[in-house]
């Protein structure tokens, strides 16, 4: 039996279980993903142990990772990280090799999909992690201005060498998110509410990272005033196809799963009343 798990902490909200199980069952794979509370601090432990069993004693095939594990799993030494990984500095699906795990990042690709058909010529992203990063390399090359509403700017010069190309602004937390084409806020839960306010929301498009709540007082006061919103079931899906796949190694078709998946995850949760 296949045996995947997701790393995080705090971790008892995710819906990745529901979401890889339920394509394991499509897919015909008899396997358990579970979702497992670690800190970076316990993470090359984790992961140590894992290397130290084998698969016919349980080992799992692969984790996914949120954060703050896409980014302290750098400091693991038995990890090899892709070209893409390691340019944005962030990982988020760790696969099992015969000398350790290899590491890439399917938030960045999914960014891509998602985006694929956007206009993206102005940006602004909220928050400067590994999401955030991951964003910046699906645009580089189409946006030519990206703005960052940091709370540490310190995280802008990672960004500028992401996208070489755009302009790089960093701006305060409070900004109005007015006169972009795209918005993608990639902050924890409440840390964009601020921003909710009829001064301060645009029309264009939103691209919400969070799930729960859902909506977000920030996506919930776009579309009230009239912007499209991308919210973050979409990116969670979007992300686990080619996590499945790579940990599955069996070629589906991503349309037909996407649907079934969707339909998995907001089944699962109903949105709030507002």
């Known amino acids: ?111 891509g999909r998602l985006l694929m058909n956007q206009n993206v010529e102005r940006v602004v992203i909220i928050g400067g992690g590994g999401t955030s990063r991951a964003a910046v390399a699906a645009l580089a090359g189409r946006a030519s201005q990206i703005d960052l509403l940091l709370r540490t700017p310190s995280r802008a010069h990672v960004i500028e060498s992401i996208a070489p190309l755009a302009r790089v602004n960093v701006l305060d937390m409070d900004s109005p998110l007015l006169g972009y084409d795209l918005v993608i806020n990639t902050t924890p839960m409440g840390a964009a509410d601020h921003l909710s306010t009829r001064d301060g929301v645009g029309t264009g498009l939103l691209l919400e990272s969070l799930y729960k709540p859902l909506p977000t007082e920030l996506s919930f006061a776009w579309k009230e005033l009239g912007g499209s919103v991308i919210d973050g079931i979409d990116l969670l899906v979007e992300q686990a196809l080619d996590a499945i796949a790579l940990m599955t190694e069996i070629s589906f078709d991503y349309g037909e799963m996407r649907i079934a998946l969707q339909a998995v995850a907001r089944k699962e949760i109903a949105p709030q009343k507002r």
């Open 1 to 111: 039996m296949m045996r995947a798990a997701v790393l995080g902490s705090p971790i008892k909200h995710s819906l990745s279980p529901l979401l890889h199980e339920s394509a394991y069952k499509i897919l015909g794979v008899e396997g358990s993903y579970e979702a497992i509370e670690i800190h970076s601090s316990t993470l090359d432990a984790l992961l140590d142990r894992e290397l130290a069993t084998s698969f016919e004693e349980g080992a799992r095939k692969g984790f996914n990772l949120t954060m703050p594990l896409k980014e302290s799993v750098f400091e693991y030494r038995r990890c090899t990280f892709d070209a893409l990984s390691t340019r944005i500095r962030s990982a988020n699906t760790l696969l099992r090799s015969d000398s350790g795990f290899t590491a890439t990042s399917t938030d960045a690709t999914a960014f």
